[in-house]
């Protein structure tokens, strides 16, 4: 069934688990994701940058999207990730994207508050979810990049005051991860973590999950994370399977043959990190 951010993301909090989102970068490995969070029993978020979306076509990918989760009974929310210009929001939501990602985190505080209420405020009014972002994530990510040295972690104060003007249906919050990173992991600072989940009652999110330590999973989840993002991993697993595929075959065969290999790894990896987002040896999220 095809839902909206909010949705999935409040059967999460009942269960203590966290959503899987994973970001595709061509329609090819799109069904494979999904068929994933089948096999495994669990909701999925699908996100798209706004370059992937222009690239595939906003109403494609919905239409597809829709198709797919119906077709095997999947609970799927298709989602726009760190989007910053308004006309591409509202192109996605009015082409039916179920949730949207205002990325005002490198605006002055008020300026995020209002841009942000602006995007919760048409996103509600047409049913689709808005995450917002408080904080930098370090790294790059389709050309969004910040530095390390520039990196600021959310305040669980600023958390406060940004979910009570905003309204957000969920809040990404910077706690020591980075965009982009595959060679090394990072240090999640928990009890900042801790701090935010105490004082804010939405669900939160982490970016740049490929850097997170597995063993971190639990933990994260317990305090509140509820959409966890996962990008770059299926990126480079793709890529080199593609290539190594690509590397042997020969010209007049189908494409299919080398693109089918590149799409399972994807699939195996999403049903790897669903198994930990399940959060199966923790118990039910206790109401406060």
């Known amino acids: 069934m095809y839902k909206t951010l909010k949705e999935v993301t409040q059967t999460a909090t009942k269960l203590n688990m966290t959503v899987g989102a ?3 970068h061509n329609l090819e490995m799109l069904p494979e994701m999904i068929r994933a969070a089948k096999e495994m029993g ?3 978020i699908i996100q798209t940058s706004i370059d992937t979306a222009k690239y595939i076509g906003y109403k494609v990918m919905v239409a597809v ?16 990730d760190h989007a ?3 006309d591409e929001i509202k192109a996605a939501i009015d082409a039916g994207y179920s949730s949207v990602m205002y990325d005002g985190s490198h605006l002055p505080f008020k300026e995020n508050i209002v841009k942000t209420k602006a995007v919760v ?3 509600h009014a047409h049913g689709a979810s808005v995450e917002g972002e408080l904080g930098t994530i370090g790294g790059t990510e389709e050309g ?3 530095a390390e040295n520039d990196k600021i972690y959310t305040k669980p104060e600023d958390a406060v005051e940004f979910v009570a003007q905003t309204g957000v249906d969920a809040l990404a919050i910077a706690i020591g991860t980075n965009h982009g990173q595959f060679k090394s992991k990072t240090e999640v600072n928990i009890p900042l973590l801790k701090e935010i989940h105490a004082v804010v009652n939405i669900p939160l999110v982490i970016h740049g999950g490929t850097g997170v330590k597995e063993e971190d999973y639990p933990e994260l989840i317990n305090n509140g994370i509820r959409k966890f993002n996962v990008g770059t991993e299926l990126l480079v697993n793709w890529t080199k399977i593609a290539k190594a595929s690509f590397a042997e075959t020969e010209v ?6 080398n693109v089918i290999p590149a799409n399972m790894e994807v699939k ?19 109401k406060k």
Do not use: G
């Open 22 to 24: 994973f970001n595709t």
């Open 42 to 44: 669990a909701p999925i």
């Open 65 to 80: 999207i829709k198709e797919i989760a119906n077709d095997e009974m999947v609970d799927v929310c298709l989602h726009l």
């Open 84 to 86: 910053r210009d308004f």
């Open 121 to 123: 405020e048409y996103a």
């Open 144 to 146: 969004i990049s910040v």
């Open 252 to 257: 007049n065969k189908s494409l299919r043959h």
């Open 268 to 286: 195996e990896i999403v049903k790897h990190k669903i198994t930990l987002f399940m959060n199966v040896d923790n118990p039910l999220e206790m």
